[in-house]
């Protein structure tokens, strides 16, 4: 049996998370999204709750029940679907006071399936394949309470995002331009980036979701925790000279030249020269396994916050991918990356983050940066098999 096939039967039998349900849990939002392999259906809840999928032949449909919620609208979604889709409507109802349908009526019947919840926002996942189109390295992250994850990154699928916010708390980064606070602005687009990712049906896990101090262990600790496959800590640049400007994304290198050490230096609040011989030898052989990985997901995301930049404010310096010694990298058990969104010493820069549209657009513009490296990546996937 393909894996594949053992999770759809799983889930037709009794797929569900524990929780109780609650008379304020709501469908928040149902969407459809056509992969080139697979159609996806995603069921969005204010809470995470029980729930079964199940399959029918005739008509060919699969559909959902949700326990304990209401649907906000009093007569519930329909999609209609284009018919050469293999999903072709997908309809919501309240089937009963306390439980909701969700039924998808699919072109013919024996469609492989797969069904999953991923958390924070709780979402009911459900994959429907093109005929003998699934592969292992499409297998969910998340099969009820049966999580299985691979050990090592990198022969799983990207699905878990750590977000660091840098600073924090007593820690109020770089201060720059009309007293721009670095804590802030990182902090801002994190929390937006969350919802950005979420949309993209990542998981997320926040070093920080409001204004405290961590230390740069706990950062990588709450990553480390989480088995997340990507750490990304967010950052505002300062400089000492007023005109410099410009996005850089950096990558662990314990090499440094000095221009990436003074960056570092102010990152990390202490020198790694500060660190013991055994540390840095540790480090250095995670970063054998990390190092290619960590490299595309900086490409992916310094290119893609880039151009979402430039989109939006025309000129923007590409300071480009650098090595450096950054503390916070050093104990990530995961391509970790950090992102100097911009310089807060520059009142150009100052000006634009300080402004709602900046943030939301880092956001978009980071998140779709992970999703084209979620993509590289699984495109690795097979080709190691
Ligand atoms: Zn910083």
Redesign the pocket.
């Known amino acids: 049996m393909r894996p594949w096939q053992r999770l759809g039967l799983a889930a037709g039998l009794a797929l569900g998370a524990a929780g109780s349900a609650s008379a304020s849990n709501e469908v928040s939002e149902i969407r459809v999204f056509d992969h080139q392999r697979y159609t996806r259906v995603v069921i969005q809840l204010s809470q995470r709750t029980e729930y079964r999928v199940r399959r029918i032949a005739h008509p060919p449909r699969l559909y959902v029940d949700i326990e304990g919620v209401r649907i906000r609208s009093a007569d519930g979604h329909t999609q209609v679907r284009d018919p050469a889709k293999p999903v072709q409507r997908v309809r919501a109802g309240q089937n009963s006071p306390g439980r909701v349908r969700v039924v998808m009526d699919l072109d013919r019947e024996g469609r492989d399936y797969r069904s999953f919840h991923l958390n924070s926002p709780f979402r009911i996942v459900t994959d429907i394949y093109n005929r003998g189109q699934a592969t292992v390295a499409e297998k969910p992250p998340q099969v009820a309470k049966r999580e299985v994850r691979p050990e090592y990154f990198g022969s799983r699928p990207v699905q878990r995002i750590a977000i660091d916010a840098?600073?924090g708390g007593k820690d109020p980064?770089?201060i720059g331009h009309g007293k721009l606070r670095?804590k802030d602005i990182v902090l801002r687009v994190a929390n937006l980036l969350q919802r950005e990712l979420a949309r993209r049906d990542f998981d997320v896990v926040l070093t920080r979701s409001r204004d405290r101090y961590l230390t740069l262990q706990q950062r990588t600790q709450i990553a480390n925790r989480a088995r997340a496959d990507v750490f990304i800590s967010l950052?505002?640049n300062a400089a000492p000279r007023r005109s410099v400007a410009g996005i850089e994304t950096y990558l662990l290198d314990l090499h440094h030249d000095r221009q990436t050490a003074r960056v570092a230096a102010r990152?990390n609040g202490t020198s790694i020269d500060q660190l013991s011989q055994l540390q840095k030898i540790l480090a250095s052989l995670r970063l054998d396994d990390q190092e290619d990985f960590a490299a595309r997901l900086a490409g992916s995301v310094h290119r893609s916050l880039l151009a979402g930049m430039r989109n939006r404010y025309g000129n923007v310096t590409d300071l480009g991918v650098k090595r450096g010694p950054f503390l916070v990298l050093f104990q990530a058990d995961m391509p970790a990356i950090l992102v100097e969104m911009g310089f807060v010493t520059n009142p150009t820069e100052a000006r634009r983050m300080r402004d709602g549209g900046f943030a939301r657009g880092a956001a978009r513009a980071i998140a779709d940066g992970l999703v084209h490296y979620r993509e590289d990546h699984a495109r690795h996937l097979v080709a190691r098999r």
Do not use: K, L, Q, V
């Open positions: 840098g600073h980064g770089a670095e950052h505002a990152e």
